[in-house]
């Protein structure tokens, strides 16, 4: 015994000698990915690859049961992980053995696995929990919004919190599987393509199911319950399109939304032909009740609508910005959040070039409309939107001046250099994610130019840049300007809670 502890003593001496390390110990995975706006959200120590949710929900109650299943990677040997969730669990399991989990925070699960988890090792996280969403309060508010006939999971940038276990970052994108069973007659909507018809189940049940093939973020993902009429259809190049629309909508709402969202394959086939090849394999979009929610949101494959977009009759605006989202912060999304002008500026930008390709005004008229007419006082330049801030996230700056930077540059670098700016962005970046410091060095590298002054100036400087050529032109209001402005009023919203 004393000869071979002699021997363990020489061995770990010469490795020493040689530097050879010893093997760190496994380490807690951190509490957050590491964004600068919201420090606490998703977790680090893994990469997710897939989410199974298999849900019940009983909208009379507004009780969810699930079992969600997650796919996982660690990128760090693994003590115990986070996961971000805030219904009741009654279990976990982490590769086929129960594992121990606390509460941290108003959001955080800490789950500490019977084994470790080594560095590269595959995960696989079986949560179950129940409870009732919209009881649920984290960061201040409850996300979940509970309707006359059921439900919806819709925000940004939190939603998954209230109806499954996630690494809730869009950095951190997956696959999802969604099934959901509700009472036979009630309709559970989500994104991507159906992999099989609903199914009746026994007690008067019926179970949907929906599956996504293409990386997607977390607050991408979406429920939506409820009595809808739900339209199919195929688009020229074979995709498949699901519209669906509250049976609650008034006659003339619902004439003016679907007036709007049938549209949707004509839009993104056109959107196709500026921003690069649709990236999704399916495409559609949701009406939702009235007196439910407000805003409009670019949930991967599927936007949903609140029914005050149509309250004066059609609007393909509102339609086109949703869906030039699924290139721009669904494919291509945001790294940090305060790089959300990515998403919106581009939506918003979009919107221009559809108001231009049907004679209702040009981007150089909206952008002379919009620079004439902001006072230097107002939040679209107080607000720098490369860095807007939390409580000016959805703000003006992020919309309109984003989108005003994408028409300067497309001004200085000539349209076949800007449009091939974007679709080299959205081709690069494809299922991933991106930064300014990333869009900004790829215009540079198209177009040959230093573009520093112009960034500077509109994305970086909270205050109005001066204009020398503006007063040469005539002012009017362009057409297409009355839609724009109503859409980006309802779009914008409020993270101050």
Same mark, same amino acid.
């Given at each position: ?17 040689? %530097?050879?390390?010893?093997? +760190? ?6 509490? %957050? ?47 115990? #992980? =986070? ?20 509460? *941290?925070? @108003? ?20 949560? /179950?929990?129940? %409870? ?22 819709? %925000? ?8 499954? $276990? ?26 991507? +393509? ?48 699901? =519209? ?33 090849? #649709? ?20 949930? *991967? ?21 949703? =869906? ?18 990515? =998403? ?31 006072? @230097? ?10 860095? $807007? ?29 800007? #449009? ?7 081709? @690069? ?20 130019? @230093? ?34 402005? /109503? ?11």
């Amino acid at each position: 015994m004393r000869r071979l502890l002699v021997a363990s003593i020489a061995t770990a001496l010469t490795l020493a000698g040689t %530097g050879v390390a010893a093997q +760190a110990a496994p380490a807690p995975g951190a509490a %957050g990915i590491g964004d600068s706006y919201y420090p606490d959200y998703g977790n680090g120590g893994y990469d997710v690859s897939h989410y199974d949710i298999r849900l019940r929900y009983t909208p009379a109650t507004d009780r969810l049961t699930g079992t969600t299943t997650i796919l996982a990677r660690a990128t760090q040997e693994l003590s115990r #992980f =986070n996961l971000d969730f805030v219904l009741d669990v009654s279990s976990i399991y982490v590769n086929n053995r129960p594992a121990t989990f606390t509460r *941290q925070g @108003d959001h955080e699960l800490v789950v500490t696995p019977a084994r470790a988890i080594a560095d590269d090792g595959a995960m696989t996280v079986v949560v /179950q929990y129940s %409870g009732v969403p919209s009881s649920k309060v984290a960061a201040g508010f409850t996300a979940w919004t509970r309707t006359a006939d059921g439900a919806l999971a819709l %925000g940004e940038p939190e939603i998954a919190w209230w109806w499954y $276990p996630s690494n809730d970052h869009p950095a951190d994108k997956a696959t999802f599987d969604v099934s959901v069973s509700v009472p036979t007659g009630v309709e559970a909507i989500s994104n991507g +393509a159906m992999p099989r018809p609903p199914v009746q189940e026994t007690l008067g049940y019926t179970r949907w199911s929906w599956r996504s093939l293409k990386p997607q973020a977390t607050y991408l993902t979406f429920l939506t319950v409820g009595q809808y009429d739900i339209t199919t259809d195929t688009t020229a190049d074979g995709q498949l399109v699901y =519209n669906a629309y509250s049976q609650l909508l008034s006659p003339d709402f619902r004439d003016a939304a679907q007036a709007s969202v049938e549209r949707t394959a004509e839009i993104t086939d056109w959107e196709s032909t500026v921003f690069g090849p #649709f990236p999704f394999e399916a495409r559609g979009g949701v009406v939702v009740p009235p007196g439910t929610i407000g805003f409009a949101l670019e949930t *991967q494959t599927r936007p949903n609508y609140s029914s005050n977009f149509f309250r004066r009759g059609s609007n393909t605006s509102v339609v086109v910005h949703e =869906n030039a989202h699924q290139w721009f912060g669904d494919s291509v999304s945001v790294a940090e959040w305060k790089h959300i002008w990515l =998403n919106e500026g581009f939506a918003s930008y979009a919107e221009w070039l559809w108001s231009e390709k049907n004679d209702e005004g040009t981007a150089q008229e909206i952008f002379d409309y919009l620079y004439a007419t902001s006072p @230097d006082d107002a939040p679209i330049w107080t607000t720098a939107p490369a860095d $807007p801030g939390v409580p000016a996230l959805f703000g003006d700056a992020v919309y309109d001046r984003g989108a005003m930077t994408l028409h300067q540059l497309r001004l200085a670098v000539g349209d076949d250099d800007f #449009f091939t700016i974007l679709r080299t962005w959205t081709a @690069d970046h494809r299922y991933g994610n991106g930064t300014t410091e990333e869009f900004t060095a790829l215009a540079e590298k198209i177009s040959g130019q @230093d573009l520093d002054a112009l960034f500077q100036a509109w994305l970086y400087t909270p205050s109005k840049p001066a204009m020398t050529n503006l007063t040469k032109r005539a002012v009017k209001t362009p057409k297409s300007w009355a839609g724009i402005s /109503q859409t980006h009023d309802l779009l914008h919203i409020d993270t101050s809670r």
